[in-house]
């Protein structure tokens, strides 16, 4: 569904005033305590950011993937750390039960998840399974009307605030592979889970990632998320549509930063004049400016092509490996602009740096695009 265009742009508006005048100024607190104040998640929920790509069947914004995109250049404005917040629920932790649940799981879990009531969090990395997710090892051994879940799954994003994962687990241990693996919407206060303390990262302190222990876990039968023996294309169209977002946040943390080093440049006098006046910086600026461009219009093209029922995966993936190393790019661009002011703290530039270079990692590594990107094209372009 489409928003008019008038309540559109509103939206827009507010989502920028709100990064401008609500979290920009405390992004440097949100790194040092490493949290998002209460108040803050609570506004974010107010202004129905954790149902953005919910249907408004379940009280959500219900917006187009063009939309969330558009969305999404505004939220990247800021540290990455905030969108995170939301990130789980509109993406890889609520889309398995929007694209894949039953009419009972969808009017248990959607509602809550749009208001931001609950949280959901996405469980398919293990410590043995990363890039090559099909290998995983979890099971979800059935047993009568319920399966009996055990393993370990590492790096999940939001899990200490989870009240529900979707999970990616073996149903079928004797199958290797793609095929034996099924997707279950899991509670997260059943007996037997257990969830790790956050890890200590690189970068985007205020959010958090912790191991997920299923042991001995007894979930009903009705947990199971499409049908047995599907899971692994659950995983891989949930991220279809995740990589689109990601790409969407890098490409407004690239404009972000296009416009601190526009305003240092401005400001900043070297050899009697601004540094902006030098070319070597204008050549900067420049690579900058055309690469955060081109990840703008490729992500609203993707997105446009997913709202169309097109497929995409293609597309998506070429957007998540263009943006998110074009934001690498550009943050490293950013330091050299703002030479020794862009290496302390005080500016907040080096912790861009650092936040940004997850997004080169998670959901698909920039080689698992390529190898999407390409897989694609030996399957299926006409020459
Ligand atoms: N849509 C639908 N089905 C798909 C699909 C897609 N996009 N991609 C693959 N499939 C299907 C295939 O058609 C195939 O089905 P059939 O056998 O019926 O034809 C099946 O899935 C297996 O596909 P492949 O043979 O291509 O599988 P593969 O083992 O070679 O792996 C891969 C493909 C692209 C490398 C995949 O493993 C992948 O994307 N890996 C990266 C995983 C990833 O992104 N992890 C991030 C986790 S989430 C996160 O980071 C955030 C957090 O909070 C932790």
């Given at each position: 569904m489409s928003l008019d265009t008038d309540t559109r742009n509103q939206l827009i508006e507010t989502v920028r005033r709100f990064v401008r005048e609500r979290l920009?100024?405390?992004?440097?607190?949100?790194?040092?305590?490493?949290?998002?104040?209460?108040?803050?998640?609570?506004?974010?929920?107010?202004?129905?950011?954790?149902?953005?790509?919910?249907?408004?069947?379940?009280?959500?914004?219900?917006?187009?993937?063009?939309?969330?995109?558009?969305?999404?250049?505004?939220?990247?404005?800021?540290?990455?750390?905030?969108?995170?917040?939301?990130?789980?629920?509109?993406?890889?932790?609520s889309q398995g039960i929007v694209m894949f649940g039953n009419d009972e799981q969808k009017a248990e879990w959607l509602p809550k998840l749009a208001s931001g009531e609950a949280v959901a969090s996405f469980c398919l990395t293990e410590p043995e399974a990363g890039s090559d997710a099909a290998s995983l090892r979890a099971t979800a051994v059935p047993d009568g009307n319920e399966y009996v879940v055990n393993g370990t799954k590492r790096y999940i994003t939001n899990a200490n605030r989870a009240n529900v994962f979707t999970l990616m687990a073996r149903s079928d241990p004797e199958t290797p592979g793609a095929k034996g693996i099924s997707a279950f919407v899991v509670p997260a206060d059943l007996p037997g889970i257990t969830i790790g303390k956050p890890e200590a990262k690189m970068g985007q302190q205020g959010a958090h990632i912790c191991d997920v222990v299923f042991d001995d876990c007894r979930i009903p039968r009705a947990c199971l998320l499409g049908e047995e023996g599907e899971g692994f294309k659950v995983a891989m169209q949930v991220l279809d549509r995740g990589r689109i977002h990601i790409a969407a946040v890098c490409a407004g943390v690239a404009e972000r930063l296009i416009r601190e080093c526009v305003a240092y440049a401005r400001e900043r006098k070297q050899f009697g004049q601004a540094i902006g006046e030098f070319q070597l910086v204008q050549a900067m600026l420049a690579d900058s400016q055309t690469e955060a461009y081109a990840a703008r219009t490729m992500i609203l093209d993707a997105a446009r092509l997913r709202d169309a029922g097109a497929l995409h995966s293609m597309e998506a993936s070429c957007c998540k490996l263009f943006a998110s190393e074009a934001v690498g790019r550009i943050a490293d661009r950013a330091v050299q602009i703002f030479g020794g002011a862009g290496y302390v703290a005080d500016y907040g530039i080096e912790r861009f740096y650092r936040d940004v270079r997850i997004f080169r990692l998670y959901e698909g590594t920039s080689q698992i695009q390529q190898v999407v990107i390409a897989r694609n094209l030996l399957r299926n372009l006409e020459v």
């Open positions: 920009v100024p405390i992004e440097a607190q949100v790194a040092e305590t490493d949290e998002v104040p209460r108040e803050i998640v609570d506004e974010m929920a107010a202004l129905g950011l954790f149902g953005l790509s919910i249907s408004q069947d379940y009280g959500g914004l219900g917006l187009s993937m063009e939309e969330e995109a558009l969305v999404c250049f505004q939220l990247g404005q800021t540290s990455p750390a905030f969108r995170s917040v939301i990130g789980t629920n509109v993406g890889i932790g």
